[in-house]
């Protein structure tokens, strides 16, 4: 029956709609003040300039090159205007790139919304002591006991202005989560999502030209106030890449909250994770996560999904068998 077939068909394809919704940003909600696109234009060049950069960023008019493939160099660009949206998502498309063999590359991009802003240091560039959330890519392994992860390497740190960044331990004590992703010499565009909802601190990849998020931090109990400022910022060394950032763009995520959390002052929040477990116990757990913690909205959503798939096909094949049954008991009557 091909109606059916065709019902089907829209059925599936107005799902995939809806699915794709969720992490594809909606332009409607782009927010222009917090977002970088080509070609940059009025970046760091006037008083009202919603960019500004230090160190050795160099902008052009199709990427920010944060450093350039020469040792030794820092560089960062910062939105200057607060963001005050209770929850967002921000989508960066980047490039590291250098004439550097494998392992002779260094240091990475750090991407940032944090409390103070333009304050070079030795943090990916950036000062150390944060107030705010800092996502590492690190494309160095410093730390030479830790083989049981592979580099590049993205983590998450949430840091109320009290804890060092460890460069030697690339960060492992204070990380939040992690994994290990190819960011570097591809060929084609790589893209990381920092979501920040609810509580609930997501980062995912899309660094293989498949055109999909891969998951890569998930946890909950990540508080930020509103008011500070997103930034990204890179460091080389003895051994350097080129870090470009092509874009960064912000959306607003559409969540209710209840009226308690309306009338909070979001802006008095200290920055916190509440783990059941410290981070610095996470080094035993090989998988890098979080054991125990509830269904993502992502999962319950694709448990509904396939409950509904599962209803549909039901009743599509209910339908054609009930039709065929009437056909056939027309013939015989
Ligand atoms: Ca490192």
Redesign the pocket.
């Known amino acids: 029956n091909p109606f059916c077939h065709r019902s089907l068909l829209f059925v599936l394809l107005e799902l995939s709609l809806v699915c794709c919704d969720i992490t594809d940003g909606n332009a409607e909600h782009l927010k222009r003040e917090h977002s970088l696109t080509k070609p940059y234009q009025g970046v760091g060049s006037s008083p009202s300039s919603q960019w500004d950069f230090s160190g050795s960023t160099l902008v052009t008019s199709s990427y920010v090159r944060l450093t350039p493939d020469e040792r030794s160099k820092q560089g960062s660009i910062w939105n200057t205007v607060p963001c005050y949206l209770k929850d967002w998502e921000m989508h960066v498309q980047f490039k590291i790139h250098g004439s550097g063999k494998k392992n002779l590359h ?3 991009i750090a991407l940032w919304y944090t409390k103070d802003r333009l304050h070079s240091g030795p943090v990916f560039g950036n000062q150390d002591q944060f107030l705010g959330l800092a996502i590492f890519l ?1 494309t ?3 730390d030479l006991h830790g083989m049981d992860r592979s580099f590049p390497y993205i983590s998450a740190m949430v840091n109320n202005g009290s804890v060092s960044y460890d ?1 030697g331990k ?1 960060g492992r004590s204070s990380e939040l989560g992690g994994c290990s992703a190819e960011i570097r010499n591809r060929d084609h565009d790589t893209y990381l999502a920092i979501r920040y909802s609810k509580g609930r601190l997501t980062v995912m990849v899309d660094v293989d030209d498949k055109n999909e998020w891969k998951e890569c931090i998930d946890i909950g109990g990540v508080r930020l106030p509103t008011g500070y400022f997103f930034g990204a910022s890179a460091a080389t060394g003895d051994l350097s890449d080129n870090h470009d950032i092509i874009s960064m763009k912000l959306y607003q995520l559409m969540v209710e909250h209840t009226a308690e959390e309306e009338n909070l002052d979001w802006t008095k929040i200290e920055p916190s994770v509440s783990l059941l477990k410290s981070p610095k116990d996470n080094i035993d757990d090989p998988t890098g996560n979080f054991r125990g913690t509830p269904l993502t909205g992502w999962k319950v959503f694709l448990l509904l999904l396939c409950a509904l798939l599962g209803i549909v096909v039901c009743a599509v094949v209910g339908a054609v068998v009930f039709q065929r049954r009437q056909e056939r008991n027309k013939r015989f009557y």
Do not use: I, M
């Open positions: 260094g240091d990475g690190d160095f392994r410093n460069h690339d």
